[in-house]
């Protein structure tokens, strides 16, 4: 055992060596980041904790996951509210909820994601089944629909959800992280439900006023018609697809890089796609394309632009389509999807800078991108149906987790103070020996519905007491003296205004209600 442990400790030693010897020339070496020797740094520091002290034990390192974190009190209540203006623009909009297990079958999720089907986590083998954490809530919605043989349901879901992506914590990237869907599944007339969907986004990003956005639309169709008629193959349109889908993060020239050099397209092919996926506009875009020599000659494509003609058309009638742009580039990866797409981006930058070069002190805005996105996935449901039964749905997911990033920095920039509690009177006593009286009213506020706190202090003082209320913000006191007590009444003391009246005991819950609902 002994001989083990040194073992351990010789090669832990060694790793630490190694380390140590790489981080020593990066002091050296020209054009070295801080944050390069800040990472080798952080290896060092993990592999000391692995070490351990003299005494030979392993040293436990307290931390949080990579691309996970930990949520404060405030900013739990910013997210709180963020969830409350979603689930009421949802229940708005008819929709009922439901929940799903938090890890499905792996087989449930292979194939469904594409490339990005590398992100899943898979976890360890249990006794005979093997299992996958949620990658998202559509696949899991899908196979609930099939399972229960649902094919009517307008629902949301908020929960969380699990990807083995490289996470930037800054952006509100994560590995761990909620999703708040929106989905209608359902045989209805087109265009309807999916207008309603982008209906539903417009409504949410107005109400958390995050700043300027944009909703970009497309279809699965228009692109797999654009693709064949700028003679990519058959079995090249989803791969080519998810490089097209990295537009909002690389340049046009190290798109079209990949699709040449990575994914075997040529390059005339691969020039005719940039024409196409340069265009912006509306309903006006959609009838141009109708009219495009070789567009016009895809039926899927033509398909496709004539149920954006019609989206456009509902749109105008839904008042959004100040927001709504049609934009060829707008590929979302994930294979599932078969007819209408969108996303929605800010499109001003986060409020709080980060620092994108540290050597000469400069620092740089770093937008948060997509907040939202969603599309139709007709065929979806019919993978997990035995009969190959088809349910067509179509659904939007909202990206809470950045939404949340830009709320914070938005709080973190105002002086607005954010209460952590709803407490709405707080039971304080003027004088020593009157834990019961207080236990009495802060039990009949309790007993009444009433939102209320004490100190768990036999004899707190009186500035304390008071200290907490403006520090919490917590509108009223409620002051138990020996005077008070003889008289029958409670002081109410105004804690903005410091204004005091007494209140007889009969009238304090009725005098409570009233002045927390004029708050």
């Known amino acids: 055992m ?34 390069q020797i800040d990472e080798e740094v952080a290896k060092l520091l993990e592999l000391k904790a692995q070490l351990g002290g003299d005494d030979g034990k392993t040293q436990f390192v307290l931390k949080t996951p990579k691309g996970t974190r930990d949520y404060n009190p405030k900013q739990m209540a910013i997210r709180e509210k963020v969830f409350s203006t979603i689930v009421s623009c949802f229940k708005c909009h008819g929709a009922e909820t439901i929940d799903t297990p938090v890890f499905e079958l792996k087989e449930t999720l292979t194939g469904k994601y594409g490339e990005d089907s590398k ?28 399972m229960n043989k649902i094919t009517n349901i307008k629902r949301y879901h908020i929960a969380k959800v699990y990807r083995r992506d490289n996470p930037a914590m800054t952006r509100g990237r994560y590995r761990e992280f909620y999703q708040c869907d929106f989905d209608i599944a359902g045989q209805y007339d087109a265009m309807i439900p999916d207008a309603e969907c982008l209906k539903i986004v417009h409504e949410i990003l107005s109400a958390l006023e995050l700043g300027d956005f944009r909703i970009k639309v497309n279809d699965r169709r228009i692109l797999d018609g654009m693709f064949a008629v700028c003679g990519v193959p058959d079995d090249k349109f989803r791969t080519v697809c998810s490089t097209v889908d990295k537009l909002d993060k690389m340049s046009w020239e190290n798109v079209r890089k990949e699709m040449v050099d990575e994914k075997g397209l040529s390059e005339e092919a691969a020039d005719q ?51 709504v742009v049609f934009d060829l580039s707008l590929a979302r990866g994930l294979d599932y999807y078969t007819g209408v797409i969108f996303e929605a981006v800010l499109t001003q930058a986060c409020m709080t800078p980060v620092s994108t070069d540290t050597q000469n002190g400069s620092e740089e805005n ?20 035995p009969k190959g039964r088809k349910v067509p749905c179509v659904g939007v997911s909202i990206g809470i987790e950045r939404i949340f990033s830009i709320m914070e920095q938005k709080a973190e920039a105002s002086a607005e ?20 009286e207080r236990l009495r009213l802060v039990t009949e506020l309790w007993n009444a519905g009433i939102k209320a706190e004490m100190m768990y202090k036999k004899n707190p003082k009186l500035l304390n007491q008071l200290q907490h209320c403006e520090e919490a ?34 009238d304090v819950i009725s005098e409570v209600r009233r002045r927390t609902s004029e708050a």
């Open 2 to 35: 002994m001989l083990a442990v040194s073992c351990a400790r010789f090669c832990s030693g060694l790793a630490a060596f190694r380390t140590a010897a790489r981080v020593r020339p990066l002091h050296s070496v020209s054009g070295t980041t801080v944050a």
């Open 119 to 146: 992100l899943i986590y898979d976890l360890k083998d249990q006794g005979g089944e093997l299992l996958s954490l949620r990658y998202d809530l559509t696949v899991p919605f899908a196979r609930y629909l099939a």
């Open 473 to 506: 913000g917590i509108p009223l006191v409620a002051i138990l003296g020996e005077q008070e007590l003889k008289d029958g009444v409670v002081k109410l003391r105004v804690v903005a205004t410091r204004e005091e009246m007494d209140v007889s005991r009969a």
């Open 273 to 323: 796609i940039g024409v196409y996926v340069s265009m912006q506009g509306g309903m006006d875009l959609a009838e141009r394309l109708l009219q495009d020599p070789k567009m016009s000659q895809s039926k899927q494509a033509c398909a496709g632009l004539s149920d954006i003609k019609l989206l456009f058309s509902y749109l105008q009638l839904l008042q959004v389509t100040d927001k």
């Open 366 to 385: 770093v937008s948060v991108g997509s907040v939202a996105g969603g599309g139709r996935y007709d065929g979806l449901v019919g993978m997990f149906d």
């Open 417 to 436: 103070k954010i209460r952590t509690t709803e407490v709405q009177v707080m039971v304080v006593s003027a004088q020593k020996n009157l834990l019961e």
